[in-house]
């Protein structure tokens, strides 16, 4: 659950940091539903199936760069957060 | 009434309860879109706004419900939220037709943004005491854990049993049961007026959301130059230039723009949004996969499902049908768990 990166997050800055990171993955999901959704129109549904699998790759491929651009924390102790798929 | 010192077991019992609920409905909500479809006479953009009905006020009030929290207090937010989203659950129940389901996922979506951020805050004040409260909190998110990977098999066995209609029928009895858990053992939190909303941000967020939204669903049936489409882009574009704005004036902001100023959050937030745009469009589309295209029940749907969800742990892109794309997420996953692992 989303929520479980607030259980990481104390203080209150990291507090608002993490519905910060939930929002956007919100946000994320609603918009990748809504593209993937629209490819469905005037398509058969497999070649829709097809097109949308390949655009995930690809923004997998985006959020992989993203996420190694990203400079290390000051502080690498983390906490074994269960990522789970929620909405 | 709570007594005076009420066992913060209770307390644990209701705040997992609210939470298992909505994530099963979330993770079972996949599995059921295809029976829905067919029950409610809908197409894929019906069926993408039943996800997103429910998405964009979880997305929308997400921020505003943290100083909720500290103004009403975080019980009574938790309660409020519970019985909103269990009444609207059994307004999904009742659904006639697909534009009453959104409606009742809309007033889901709002249900949840309440409750979800409350769950937590309830259980810390519960579990006053580090040690304790960390096995708490261990419990807690283990559930989702559990949840989650449970969510879409029970879900794929009771929609085959019992119809898609069942998936939020269960929500009613447990969300009975949580508020009058929540009422009976919850501790009273203190509410304090020290933090001011600004609803004029809210909705200029939420409708330039809302609106940017419509936009992506709507354009592939309507075209990229019909009038609609264009007003709607505009209208999103002006709604989150608002938002933007506001924030900025605001002495109190819901969203401190100041955070982006730190390179790794505003890197680990974009990848959160792109990821999550790929997995949960991804899911989306592997709901009509399984069952429209392939032909699965959805007992079995739910299994892959499953399948996916537990995959998705170890190596975060992982999917059956794709294993191009799973090209060594899992041993960047360093990198990717910041988004789910933050330093304490």
Same mark, same amino acid.
């Not at chain 2, 969800?309 to 794709?322: A, E, F, H, I």
């Given at each position: 659950?989303?929520?479980?990166i607030l259980a990481s997050v104390p203080?209150?800055?990291?507090?608002?940091?993490?519905?910060?990171?939930?929002?956007?993955?919100?946000?994320?999901?609603?918009?990748?539903?809504?593209?993937?959704?629209?490819?469905?129109?005037?398509?058969?549904?497999?070649?829709?199936?097809?097109?949308?699998?390949?655009?995930?790759?690809?923004?997998?491929?985006?959020?992989?760069?993203?996420?190694?651009?990203?400079?290390?924390?000051?502080s690498q102790k983390s906490y074994d957060?269960?990522?789970?798929?929620?909405? | 009434?709570?007594?005076?010192?009420?066992?913060?077991?209770?307390?644990?019992?209701?705040?997992?309860?609210?939470?298992?609920?909505?994530?099963?409905?979330?993770?079972?909500?996949?599995?059921?879109?295809?029976?829905?479809?067919? /029950?409610?006479?809908?197409?894929?953009?019906?069926?993408?706004?039943?996800?997103?009905?429910?998405?964009?006020?979880?997305?929308?009030?997400?921020?505003?419900?943290?100083?909720?929290?500290?103004?009403?207090?975080?019980?009574?937010?938790?309660?409020? #939220?519970?019985?909103?989203?269990?009444?609207?659950?059994?307004?999904?129940?009742?659904?006639?037709? !697909?534009?009453?389901? !959104?409606?009742?996922? *809309?007033?889901?979506?709002? #249900?949840?943004?309440?409750?979800?951020?409350?769950?937590?805050? !309830?259980?810390?004040?519960?579990?006053?005491? %580090?040690?304790?409260?960390?096995?708490?909190?261990? =419990?807690? &998110?283990?559930?989702?854990?559990?949840?989650?990977? &449970?969510?879409?098999?029970?879900?794929?066995?009771? !929609?085959?049993?019992?119809?898609?209609? &069942?998936?939020?029928?269960?929500?009613?009895?447990?969300?009975?049961?949580?508020?009058?858990?929540?009422?009976?053992?919850?501790?009273?939190?203190?509410?304090?007026?020290?933090?001011? +909303?600004?609803?004029?941000?809210?909705?200029? #967020?939420?409708?330039?959301?809302?609106?940017?939204?419509?936009?992506?669903?709507?354009?592939?049936?309507?075209?990229?130059?019909? %009038?609609?489409?264009?007003?709607?882009?505009?209208?999103?574009?002006?709604?989150?230039?608002?938002?933007?704005?506001?924030?900025?004036?605001?002495?109190?902001?819901?969203?401190?723009?100041?955070?982006?100023? /730190?390179?790794?959050?505003?890197?680990?937030?974009?990848?959160?949004?792109?990821?999550?745009?790929?997995?949960?469009?991804?899911?989306?589309?592997?709901? =009509?996969? +399984?069952?429209? *295209?392939?032909?699965?029940? %959805?007992?079995?749907?739910?299994?892959?499902?499953? =399948?996916?969800?537990?995959?998705?742990?170890?190596?975060?892109?992982?999917?059956?049908?794709?294993? &191009?794309?799973?090209?060594?997420?899992?041993?960047?996953?360093?990198?990717?768990?910041?988004?789910?692992?933050?330093?304490?």
């Amino acid at each position: 659950m989303n929520a479980a990166i607030l259980a990481s997050v104390p203080s209150s800055l990291a507090g608002i940091g993490g519905a910060v990171l939930n929002t956007s993955r919100q946000v994320g999901t609603a918009l990748g539903i809504a593209v993937f959704a629209s490819s469905f129109h005037g398509r058969p549904a497999a070649e829709a199936v097809r097109l949308s699998l390949g655009c995930a790759a690809l923004l997998y491929l985006c959020a992989l760069a993203l996420a190694s651009r990203a400079p290390a924390p000051a502080s690498q102790k983390s906490y074994d957060v269960i990522p789970v798929p929620d909405h | 009434m709570p007594r005076p010192d009420p066992d913060p077991r209770f307390t644990l019992i209701a705040s997992s309860f609210g939470l298992g609920m909505a994530l099963l409905d979330v993770t079972a909500g996949n599995v059921a879109l295809p029976s829905i479809r067919a /029950d409610l006479h809908t197409d894929a953009a019906g069926l993408s706004w039943v996800v997103d009905g429910y998405t964009l006020p979880f997305a929308s009030l997400l921020l505003l419900a943290g100083g909720l929290g500290d103004r009403l207090g975080a019980r009574r937010l938790f309660t409020a #939220g519970l019985v909103v989203f269990t009444a609207a659950s059994a307004m999904c129940v009742a659904a006639p037709d !697909i534009g009453w389901l !959104i409606a009742a996922r *809309v007033l889901q979506g709002m #249900g949840a943004a309440l409750f979800m951020p409350a769950s937590l805050s !309830i259980l810390r004040s519960a579990y006053p005491e %580090p040690v304790e409260r960390a096995r708490a909190i261990g =419990i807690w &998110s283990s559930l989702t854990a559990v949840t989650g990977a &449970s969510g879409p098999l029970v879900g794929g066995a009771l !929609i085959h049993a019992f119809g898609w209609r &069942s998936i939020f029928l269960i929500n009613v009895p447990i969300g009975v049961l949580g508020v009058l858990l929540a009422l009976r053992f919850v501790q009273r939190s203190p509410a304090s007026a020290t933090r001011a +909303f600004d609803l004029g941000a809210q909705a200029a #967020g939420a409708f330039g959301l809302a609106a940017l939204t419509w936009a992506l669903i709507e354009r592939s049936a309507r075209g990229w130059s019909s %009038p609609l489409i264009v007003l709607a882009f505009v209208c999103a574009a002006s709604g989150i230039a608002a938002f933007v704005a506001l924030e900025r004036r605001s002495a109190d902001p819901m969203l401190p723009l100041h955070l982006f100023r /730190d390179r790794t959050f505003t890197t680990t937030a974009a990848a959160a949004l792109v990821y999550a745009a790929g997995f949960f469009g991804g899911l989306f589309v592997l709901s =009509i996969e +399984f069952q429209d *295209v392939q032909g699965y029940s %959805p007992a079995a749907a739910g299994l892959l499902f499953g =399948i996916v969800s537990v995959l998705q742990w170890g190596s975060p892109s992982c999917r059956p049908r794709r294993p &191009s794309s799973c090209k060594g997420l899992s041993w960047r996953s360093p990198a990717l768990a910041q988004l789910w692992s933050r330093p304490r």
